[in-house]
C-alpha cells in the first residue's frame, strides 16, 4: 500500500506529496491544457505534454523507490499505480517488464474530464497519461527518460469501455 | 465579519483531497487533481520555449486562456459548493466583495498562490498581490504568472459581469511585478478590457 504525506506548508501555503511540491488543479484546466498541446502540434506541443508528464511524475517515483527500498520491478509498478489514483488521475491496472506492458485505464481524470466538458471524442486524447505510463516504466525498470513509447491503442473519450496503452521499449 | 482568509485557508488544507474508488476526486462541482507543481510550471515553459519568437504573444495568451476559462468555470463550481456554503459563506456581510474574496482563499487553498485583494473598485478594477505562487518557480525570464492572470480576470467576471455564464470576455488581468523578476510579491491588476 503507497505510503503518502500530504503536507501544507503554513508559511508559503503550498501543498506537497511526500516531500514534492504539489497543487490541485480541475479537469477544465487539464481539458484545456491537452487542447493547447493538440493547437500547437506544429510545434511538438503533444510530444512536449507526454515528456512534460514524464519528467515531472518521474522524480516522485525514483524518490518513493529509494526512500521505501522498493526492490522489484512488478513492485515498482504497483507504485505508479497507485500513485495515478491518488492524484486523482484514475483506477489503473498495469502489467509488464523490462521489454514493455500495458497499462488499463478504467477511469480517466483526462478522458473523462474531457468528455465532461466537451463530449466525447473522434480521436486519442489521453498524452498526460501516455507520459506518465511511460515514466512508470522507465523508474520501475532503471531506465533514462524516453527509454519506453507509450502508446493508446483504445480510449474511454472515443467511447471504449476503457483507455488501453500499449508501452514498449524506444 | 469579512472573510478571513488565513481561516478559510486552514479550513480548506485540511480537507483530505485524495482519490476515491475510481481514483478521481470529485469537488467543488469538478475533477480535482493534484499533480507536482514543476507539471505546470514545465510545460508552460516548453511550450513557450518551442515557438519561434513571433508566436510568444500567442503562445502566452493560450496559456493565459488555459486558466481562465477554467478559472471561470470552476470558479463558479467553487461559490456554489457545498464546502464554500460551509466554510466561506458565514463570514460574507459584504456581498460581491466578500465571496470575491472567499474565492481567493480557495485559490490560496489549492496551492496556487498566498494572495490576497489588496484593492477593489467594485466593477471597475482590481488589485491582486502574491507573496508566493508556484509559478515564481517556472524558471523563464519575465512575468510567468499565466495561471493567476487567467483566473484572476474570471473571478472577477463572476463577482461583477453578466450573470454566469454569460459574463465572459469583460475583463483583463496584467501582472504587472513579479517574484520571478526579482520584486518582492507579484501583482496582478483586473479591468475591463478596452
Known sequence: MLKVDFTFDDKTYRHAMNGHESVLHCHHYMSLTTKLAEDFADVGGVRILREVAEDSIRPLLDSYHQTHRVPTGDERLEVGREYYSVMGLGEMEISGDETGGQVKLHHSHVDEGWIKKWGKHDRFVNHFSCGFAAAVFAAAFDRPARSYLAKEKASIVIGDEMTVIAVTQA | MTVMRDQVVKALAKLEVKGNEDGLIPAFGVLVNQLPSSFWNMFAERMMEAVPRERKGEMESALVNCAYECGYHTGWGIINSEE????????????????????????????????????????????????????????????????????????????????????????????????ECGDKFGEFVVEPKS
Open chain 2, 84 to 179: 464554500f456554503k460551509a466554510v466561506v459563506m458565514p463570514m460574507v456581510t459584504e456581498g460581491a466583495k466578500d465571496v470575491l474574496r472567499g474565492a481567493y482563499a480557495v485559490f490560496t487553498a489549492w496551492g496556487w498562490a498566498k494572495s490576497g485583494i489588496v484593492q477593489i473598485r467594485e466593477a471597475e478594477r482590481m488589485v491582486v498581490r502574491a507573496v508566493d505562487y508556484y509559478e515564481m518557480d517556472s524558471g523563464g525570464s519575465g512575468n510567468r504568472a499565466y495561471m493567476i492572470r487567467g483566473v484572476s480576470s474570471a473571478f472577477f467576471e463572476l463577482a461583477y459581469a453578466d450573470a454566469y455564464p454569460d459574463g465572459m470576455d469583460t475583463y483583463t488581468c496584467t501582472q504587472t511585478l513579479g517574484v
